[in-house]
Structure formats: structure tokens, C-alpha cells
């Protein structure tokens, strides 16, 4: 049932309070330093009931698709369930409730608890060390360039150039440029695919890095990825792997083996934390041992007497997060391996290069598949077989909002025109992915009986299709006391 919910200030009537802050010298407000207190009323603030808050934002919290009520199949960026026993770990309050500036002695649990996540993923990616210092895959990837930087400085040899496919992530680009780094494409083969062949060619000395997505963007493994890496390392360069895609590796094949030298983790992809809105997250880095001496501090060490901090790390590139990074995502990361185990990782893995590819088997009649290689966690498909009639893939995703799911990632990896990615990953069931194929399939025969219901989706959403420039380029973010709000 979708409610026409007005704004919180239009359900506003004066008088109306849901609770009331104690007067002077009647409640534990009192006794707040003057400079504290606001005297005057709040212009235009809504005065309503409790009850009536309690409604309005569950009422738009239901307007959400999100994975707690569909299949949300947003590839490369996966959005997969968070299991409901992490969040319940993360709120223990020997945990949720520990200052980060207590003494090392009273915080001893904590701490190994940061020690045994360091150990499992040092463990998954078959590299050295780890620091899980950065809040998000985004700043592992700045730090894992500047760990990159800080090596070739340290042995008299600044290079200047970063190798990039154009396979990768998009983020790849920014992150070698915010240190420094002039960035070289490197193009795929007709199959996808980074060729040793290609990066031979653009490779010399003055290239720091290889900066590689395995699985790329396309969802495909890069399997000359040791040739690869054999060519940068030859002629001096480091190869770092944007570990993003981390869950179709997961306790199958391990990046260290691979040549990699640094590599970051999206904790919310393979690890099951929550991820979105800007919130907390974490992105730890993985590297070889002769990238650990300019891991960030402190490095947690472990002493007689029990685990430590410690600063004692000259060559160190400095902090990259306040504090120890975000201790609940690391925490419930913590609780999803636990629970797993290795097996269970491993299967994890298999269920989720497993759906992608029946996905993939079961909408291949109906949609262009973008490339015959065999995918991993994710299949990229492309709207050829639909602009005959006129229809677009932003068609595709807002008709799907009508199914009630979320739309796919949608023009994005940039090599394919049209891309449509999806990546169910491995938590759906056989039933969710059938009825998920059955929408897709209802929507490439509407693109050839009636495409223009097509264009003009979605028809069921509490809004229809928005002006998307304009909410891109004026949006509307906050209420201000005295403004119109600008509706459609």
C-alpha cells in the first residue's frame, strides 16, 4: 500500500508535542551552561505527536527497496545481506561500549580481536601483513598507493606512472592520482581480458605500479594474472589488486599466489558489513613484507605482558583514520568468518560465482550477454537486443523498481555500451533468482509488444521517473525554516 506521506512539517499543528523537556529546575536539563540552552523557539520546527513520528518514518523507510526486502543485484558494489547475529555481537557492550583512548591493559579482548581479523585475511590473501586502519575500500586504495610511493622512494626510485585496465574500477584512476601518479590505459582483448602482451608495451621504468581488479569489472577472472605480474615485476613495478571483488576468491584462490604485492578489502562485499548512505566502513590493506614497514600506526604488536600499540615504525607512512579504524564493521567481519569457517568461506564463494552464472545461463535468450568468457560473481549484459524498439537500459532498471527490485548497476563498466550488471551474490535462493529472471524476461517481451510502457517507467513507485539532472544538479537536502519545499 503506497500513502501520499506528507513532509514532517506539513503534518505540523501547533501546540502538539510528543515529549516535553523539564523547566527550569525540574529535570536533569537543568543546570546546562547557559551558552547550551536555546531560549528562543525554533522557527517553523513541526510540532507533532510521538505517534505520528513513530508513522511517518516507517511510512518512508517502506518506500525503500533495499536487501532486507528484495533481491538487490547491484553489481560491482555488492549489497548483500548483513546476518542479524553480527549486528547483535557488534552491540554486546563490553564491545559497543569501549572508549577507543582506554588503556591497552583494560582493552585486551578488543584487541584480539583486531589481531584474529588480521590474521584471516592475511590468511585469504596469502600476503604478510595487514592494517585495517581505513574506513572504506576507497581509502584502502589511497593508502595502498601510497604504500606503493613510499616503497619506490624508500630505494632512491620515485616513479611517476600508474597502469591502469580499462577493466578496472573507476576509483582505481582517483586514488593514483591523488598520489601523484600520472595514470596509462591499458586496454582488454575481445575476450575481456588483460593480455601480458598489452601491459609489455606501455611497461618501463618509470611505472610504479599495476593497478588491477581481479575479478574485473566485467566479472571475469584475469587469468594471465601471473604473466601479468611477472612483467611489471620484472622491470621493477609493484601490482596492486583492487580486492573488491574479493567474494569470488574467498578461500578458493589466494592474490599472493597470483604476484599481487598490495590489495585492499571491501569488508561490506566479502565480509558481509553493512555499506551505504556514507556510513562506517572498513577497507584493510594486504600487503607483502617488503610493503609492511610503511604500513600506517600504530601496529598492533603483541608483547609478554599481553597485545600493544605501537608507533615504533619509522618508515611508516603515518595514520590514514582516527583511532584503530571503524571497530564494529571489523567486528562483525570478525563474526561472519568465525561462523563461516574456512569451508564455509569456500562455499560462500562457490554459491555466489554460482547464481551469477545461472543468471547469467537463464537471461542470455533474452538480453545481450556482453562477453562469452565464463563469468564469476557477477554478469554483464548489454542493451543491444533492445534499442530496435527504442528502449534503453535505464528503461530496463526503472520497469524493474515495478517488479519490486532494485535495479542493477546500469552503464557502468564503461567498456560495454548499455552495460547492465547484476550480481546476485551468494545469499539468494533458486526461488528469488527464478522470480528475478521471470521480471527480466517480462521485461524484454514488453520491450517488443509495448515499449513505450517501457519508457515512461516506473508505474508503481511512489514517485514516477524523476528529472534526474535536475535532482543531480539541484538537490533538495535539507529543510530549511521559511523555504518551499520543491516536490513533484
Known amino acids: 500500500m503506497l500513502l501520499d506521506e506528507p513532509l514532517i512539517f506539513e503534518r505540523s499543528a501547533s501546540g502538539r508535542e510528543g515529549w516535553a523537556v523539564p523547566g527550569e529546575g525540574e529535570g536533569p536539563a537543568f543546570g546546562l551552561p547557559p551558552e547550551l540552552r536555546r531560549e528562543d523557539d525554533l522557527a517553523g520546527f513541526p510540532e507533532v505527536g510521538e505517534l505520528e513520528v513513530l508513522r511517518h518514518f516507517v511510512r518512508l523507510s517502506q518506500w525503500n527497496l533495499s536487501a532486507a526486502t528484495t533481491l538487490y543485484p547491484l553489481g ?6 548483513n546476518p542479524a547475529v553480527n549486528e547483535e555481537i557488534a552491540r554486546i557492550p563490553g564491545f559497543a561500549r569501549l572508549h577507543p583512548l582506554v588503556p591497552d591493559a583494560l ?14 585475511l592475511r590468511a585469504v590473501s596469502g600476503l604478510d601483513a595487514v592494517s585495517l586502519q581505513p574506513a572504506a575500500g576507497a581509502q584502502g586504495e589511497l593508502l595502498g598507493m601510497l604504500l606503493v610511493r613510499a616503497h619506490h622512494v624508500d630505494r632512491g626510485d620515485a616513479r611517476r606512472r600508474v597502469l591502469i585496465p580499462a577493466s578496472a574500477h573507476g576509483t582505481n584512476p582517483a586514488s593514483s592520482a591523488l598520489c601523484g601518479y600520472e595514470v596509462t590505459e591499458v586496454p582488454v582483448n575481445a575476450r575481456g581480458l588483460l593480455e601480458p602482451e598489452s ?25 594471465n594474472i601471473e604473466a601479468v605480474a611477472r612483467v611489471v615485476h620484472e622491470r621493477g613495478g609493484l601490482v596492486y589488486m583492487d580486492g573488491a571483488n574479493m567474494n569470488a576468491l574467498l578461500g578458493v584462490a589466494k592474490p599472493g599466489d597470483m604476484g599481487v604485492d598490495v590489495m585492499q578489502f571491501n569488508l561490506h562485499k566479502t565480509f558481509s558489513t553493512p555499506h551505504g548512505g556514507g556510513g562506517p566502513g572498513a577497507g584493510p590493506v594486504a600487503v607483502r613484507a617488503t610493503l609492511e614497514p610503511f604500513l600506517p600506526t600504530p601496529r598492533l604488536v603483541r608483547r609478554d605482558d599481553g597485545y600493544a600499540w605501537s608507533d615504533d615504525a619509522p618508515k611508516s607512512v603515518g595514520r590514514v583514520r582516527s583511532f584503530y579504524g571503524n571497530f564494529g564493521i571489523l567486528l562483525r567481519a570478525l563474526a561472519y568468518v568465525e561462523r563461516l569457517g574456512g569451508p564455509g568461506l569456500t562455499d560462500v564463494t562457490r554459491l555466489a560465482v554460482l547464481n551469477a552464472n545461472y543468471l547469467r545461463a537463464r537471461l542470455r535468450p533474452s538480453y545481450h550477454l556482453a562477453y562469452e568468457t565464463p563469468s564469476m560473481h557477477e554478469c554483464v549484459f548489454s542493451d543491444r537486443t533492445l534499442t530496435e524498439q527504442g528502449v534503453t537500459t ?36 533458486l526461488a528469488t533468482l527464478d522470480t528475478f529472471v521471470a521480471a527480466m524476461e517480462s521485461i524484454a517481451e514488453e520491450a517488443r509488444t509495448d515499449p513505450a510502457r ?28 521559511g523555504a518551499t519545499p520543491e516536490r513533484d
Open 76 to 81: 560491482s558494489c555488492t549489497m548483500k545481506y
Open 107 to 120: 582493552a585486551q579482548g578488543a584487541l584480539a580481536v583486531i589481531d584474529a581479523l588480521e590474521h584471516a
Open 199 to 223: 601491459v609489455a608495451v606501455v611497461m618501463d621504468e618509470s611505472v610504479a605500479a599495476l593497478m588491477v581488479t581481479n575479478p574485473n569489472t566485467l566479472g571475469l577472472f584475469e587469468e
Open 394 to 429: 535505464l528503461d530496463v532498471a526503472k520497469r524493474l523498481l515495478d517488479h519490486g527490485f532494485y535495479a542493477p548497476t546500469i552503464y557502468f563498466p564503461l567498456v560495454v555500451k548499455g552495460a547492465l550488471m547484476i550480481e546476485p551474490t551468494e545469499t539468494e535462493s
Open 454 to 481: 517501457l519508457r515512461t517507467a516506473p508505474h508503481r513507485t511512489r514517485l514516477a521517473r524523476l528529472d534526474e539532472t535536475r535532482a543531480a544538479r539541484r538537490p533538495v537536502l535539507r529543510w530549511r525554516p
